[in-house]
């Protein structure tokens, strides 16, 4: 029997909603392939691709740093280029209907994540470049608003398990009121329609997303088309709904070893 074409695409848990909501359909949609995705934190997930416990096409990550743990002999050399292509600047959501909603509105955000009871949630700095940023946030803020303990008392321990919670599970906990409160990017509050309090712009880290294709991709072919969809105008609107921050798309790696059409695209978008 005939098997239809598709594509699997490994990528943070952050887009969880931005690739099975949005760019997943609209890319099956165009070009008649299937997008299967699979999410979780980056690290987790280069991990994965490195211990051959999952294959994949395509790889998204929220920090290009995770694409130098797969490039090389030593690392499967399973990345040999990526392309930096979107933003998105850490925030803290909260629900509207929590006992601390009003807090955020009146009180500085550092403040309210302070106060007694407050349930929040985050990822683990271990497993997925979200959770590492929400460490550097609370250092640059302790720094700035001159509280040495403030990182500690909000977050407690880097792997503290009344907070530290899976990635693709955070954004459904607190819309159902496990949590008050918790640390997201942008484009997750933005998509999922979360309040949110934004820090000041000269300590909130961001994500910085990359994609590429995997050595030994399973579909090569469909992963290209992937990419060019996702980096070219209908991808690029789709990104821009769902509140990230477009950046022109910056090669980084063996130009040699692009697929062509990708690489005349790249020269093309603004």
Same mark, same amino acid.
């Given at each position: 029997m005939?098997?239809?074409?598709?594509? %699997?695409?490994?990528?943070?848990?952050?887009?969880?909603?931005?690739?099975?909501?949005?760019?997943?359909?609209?890319?099956?949609?165009?070009?008649?392939?299937?997008?299967?995705?699979?999410?979780?934190?980056?690290?987790?997930?280069?991990?994965?691709?490195?211990?051959?416990?999952?294959?994949?096409?395509?790889?998204?990550?929220?920090?290009?740093?995770?694409?130098?743990?797969?490039?090389?002999?030593?690392?499967?050399?399973?990345?040999?280029w990526?392309?930096? =292509?979107?933003?998105?600047?850490?925030?803290?959501?909260?629900?509207?209907?929590?006992? =601390?909603?009003?807090?955020?509105?009146?009180k500085?955000?550092?403040?309210?994540?302070?106060?007694?009871?407050?349930?929040?949630? $985050?990822? %683990?700095?271990?497993? %997925?470049?979200?959770?590492?940023?929400?460490?550097?946030?609370?250092?640059?803020?302790?720094?700035?608003?001159? #509280?040495p303990?403030?990182?500690?008392?909000?977050?407690?321990?880097?792997?503290?398990?009344?907070?530290v919670?899976?990635?693709?599970?955070?954004?459904?906990?607190?819309?159902?009121g496990?949590?008050?409160?918790?640390?997201?990017?942008?484009?997750?509050?933005?998509?999922?329609?979360?309040?949110?309090?934004?820090?000041?712009?000269?300590?909130?880290?961001?994500?910085?997303?990359?994609?590429?294709?995997?050595?030994?991709?399973?579909?090569?072919?469909?992963?290209?088309?992937?990419?060019?969809?996702?980096?070219?105008?209908?991808?690029?609107?789709?990104l821009? #709904?769902?509140?990230?921050?477009?950046?022109?798309?910056?090669l980084?790696?063996?130009?040699?070893?692009?697929?062509?059409?990708? $690489?005349?695209?790249?020269?093309?978008?603004?």
């Amino acid at each position: 029997m005939w098997a239809a074409r598709h594509v %699997d695409v490994l990528y943070a848990g952050s887009l969880v909603n931005l690739m099975e909501q949005s760019v997943g359909p609209a890319f099956q949609h165009a070009t008649g392939e299937q997008f299967r995705g699979y999410a979780a934190g980056s690290n987790a997930l280069a991990n994965e691709i490195k211990g051959q416990l999952r294959r994949g096409d395509v790889f998204v990550s929220a920090n290009p740093k995770v694409n130098q743990s797969l490039e090389g002999p030593d690392n499967g050399d399973w990345v040999h280029w990526y392309v930096m =292509f979107a933003e998105s600047p850490l925030v803290i959501g909260y629900n509207p209907h929590s006992r =601390f909603a009003a807090d955020f509105k009146r009180k500085p955000w550092y403040q309210v994540l302070s106060s007694p009871g407050i349930r929040i949630g $985050r990822t %683990d700095p271990k497993l %997925d470049p979200k959770g590492a940023l929400t460490l550097t946030l609370m250092q640059r803020a302790a720094e700035l608003y001159h #509280e040495p303990e403030l990182s500690q008392h909000v977050l407690g321990a880097p792997d503290n398990p009344a907070q530290v919670l899976p990635e693709p599970t955070l954004v459904g906990r607190l819309q159902s009121g496990e949590l008050d409160a918790g640390f997201f990017y942008s484009t997750e509050t933005s998509t999922a329609h979360i309040p949110a309090v934004s820090p000041p712009a000269e300590i909130a880290p961001k994500a910085e997303y990359t994609v590429t294709i995997l050595r030994q991709a399973p579909d090569a072919q469909a992963a290209e088309q992937f990419l060019r969809f996702l980096l070219d105008a209908p991808g690029r609107q789709l990104l821009r #709904e769902h509140g990230l921050n477009l950046r022109a798309p910056t090669l980084i790696g063996a130009e040699q070893d692009v697929p062509a059409g990708i $690489r005349a695209l790249l020269h093309s978008v603004p």
